[in-house]
């Protein structure tokens, strides 16, 4: 059964600093996706990452993959209060397809 | 380009009742996903239809079952309501190509049981 890991589950962080989210998943996959979800409102997608040492980069995040630990990050440069969510990240195993196995999620406060 | 959308936005039920929730996806994606959160185990996997047929399943009990029609819009049905069904229920809807996997979800379903 694929399980997937974030840590931390809950972070709160000055404006200004960096910090970074970890994803640990258990088995072998192909595609991993980072997501946004604001209280009471859906999932935003963020970062698809399909390939091991993908990296992508939006704003003040900062995606990763490295297949082979079975880990991917979440990197935020200089927060601000406007990231303020909870970030999952979500595993496909790939060839079984649209069935995401996501993490708890990050809760993360920025404090100005 | 219209999102997914799904309705009703909000429903209170009592148990023992059945509830029907709807999901039209993005024009021209195939497969739609269903996703159950709650506070105890985040975000569980449904099941996800493909051209009407169901293609993965998830580890819930037979009274969750959904359907896809001709035109991808998905049905999730929940019969003999339980207070732990009280979730939001999001639907996903992507491509559905093997290449082409990103999936964008609707503003959720909140059901409340009592």
């Known amino acids: 059964e694929l399980k997937v890991e974030q840590n931390p589950l809950f972070l709160s962080m000055q404006e200004g600093k960096n910090y970074t989210i970890y994803c640990n998943y258990s088995t072998t996959s192909d595609r991993l996706y980072w997501y946004r979800q604001d209280p009471g409102k859906s999932l935003e997608s963020l970062f698809v990452l399909l390939s091991n040492g993908a990296v992508k980069q939006e704003g003040r995040l900062m995606a990763s993959l490295d297949t082979k630990a079975r880990l991917s990050t979440l990197h935020i440069t200089a927060a601000v209060h406007d990231l303020s969510a909870t970030y999952f990240c979500a595993v496909d195993k790939g060839r079984s397809n649209y069935k995401l196995t996501f993490g708890k999620g990050t809760l993360l406060t920025v404090n100005p | 380009k219209a999102g997914v959308t799904q309705t009703p936005r909000y429903l209170i039920k009592t148990r023992g009742q059945q509830v029907t929730l709807s999901c039209s996806p993005i024009s021209g994606h195939r497969s739609v996903s269903w996703y159950q959160q709650t506070p105890g185990q985040g975000l569980q996997f449904l099941f996800e239809?493909?051209?009407?047929?169901?293609?993965n399943k998830g580890n819930f009990p037979g009274r969750f079952s959904g359907r896809q029609f001709s035109n991808s819009r998905s049905e999730m049905n929940v019969s003999t309501l339980e207070l732990g069904d009280s979730a939001l229920y999001l639907c996903?809807?992507?491509?559905?190509?093997?290449?082409?996997?990103?999936?964008?979800f609707g503003q959720g379903t909140r059901l409340t049981v009592v």
């Open positions: 996903a809807s992507s491509v559905g190509q093997l290449m082409n996997t990103e999936a964008f």
């Open positions: 239809y493909f051209s009407e047929t169901q293609r």
